[in-house]
């Protein structure tokens, strides 16, 4: 009765539904669903692929990173060794008497990694925690097979009271393979201004005793005898290890 009412108004809006009318809506939104949901399933690849894709594509951001890492860290490494070079420090060479009274100077520790230490056997508590420090390294070294031995010394800025004896007797307390080394005033100074280490001995009390005041540094030098690295008092064992680790693994001789 309405589209009667309506008249001939209504017919072109009619038309606009002929498929509606000739086929039941219901068919017919069935059929548009069946379609679309075929196109949807032929889109990209499957859930499986894209998360292969992924972790693919993130373990080559991983690997990538890494790389570059190590590649920062050899560059770095490289420029500190170069200026530790040209700074020229220890490429002196030295003259002293070890514990047992026998000559040493630098081209004994040829072919050697040595960790060098100057201080005194009279010291109260810097030198005695340094060099528990310094074997505490050697040791965690000696435990790994794969690594060469490390050599360390001690040498004495206090000539006047650290003689070969009283050498002797200090480094029993620490490492069976500790070297310690003394000399002259004169043979003493010489070494010491080639590692550009400090000391100065302070006022003496009604006992004749005194504090020397020095350097504090434990000095890594590689087997070409140069000068390759140092720790002060802030650095644990357990980063000089890892330190001297990638030294050791770095390493290439410039001497002929």
């Known amino acids: 009765t309405m589209l009667l009412a309506l008249g001939p108004k209504a017919w072109p809006k009619l038309s606009q539904f002929k498929p509606l009318l000739r086929i039941s809506g219901g068919e017919t939104l069935h059929r548009n669903s069946r379609h679309w949901a075929g196109q949807g399933q032929r889109q990209g690849p499957g859930l499986r692929t894209r998360l292969l894709i992924t972790a693919l594509f993130g373990a080559g951001l991983g690997w990538a990173w890494l790389a570059a890492r190590a590649e920062k860290e050899q560059w770095r490494q490289q420029q500190r060794t170069?200026?530790?070079?040209q700074a020229a420090v220890g490429q002196g060479d030295f003259s002293l008497l070890d514990h047992k009274g026998q000559p040493r100077c630098k081209a004994d520790f040829r072919g050697q990694w040595v960790l060098m230490y100057f201080g005194f056997t009279h010291c109260p508590d810097i030198c005695p925690d340094e060099l528990e420090k310094l074997v505490q390294v050697v040791r965690k070294l000696e435990a790994e097979p794969d690594l060469p031995l490390v050599q360390p010394v001690f040498i004495t800025v206090d000539p006047e009271r650290d003689d070969v004896a009283a050498m002797a007797r200090y480094v029993q307390e620490f490492h069976p393979?500790?070297?310690?080394?003394?000399?002259?005033?004169?043979?003493?100074?010489h070494a010491s201004r080639n590692y550009r280490v400090y000391y100065s001995a302070g006022p003496k009390d009604e006992d004749q005793d005194y504090i020397v005041d020095h350097s504090i540094a434990i000095y890594l030098l590689n087997p070409d005898g140069l000068f390759t690295d140092y720790y002060g008092r802030s650095r644990s064992a357990e980063q000089i290890v890892e330190s001297i680790r990638r030294h050791i693994a770095a390493f290439h001789s410039v001497l002929p």
Do not use: K
């Open 82 to 85: 170069e200026a530790l070079r």
């Open 177 to 189: 393979r500790l070297l310690g080394l003394t000399g002259s005033t004169e043979q003493v100074a």
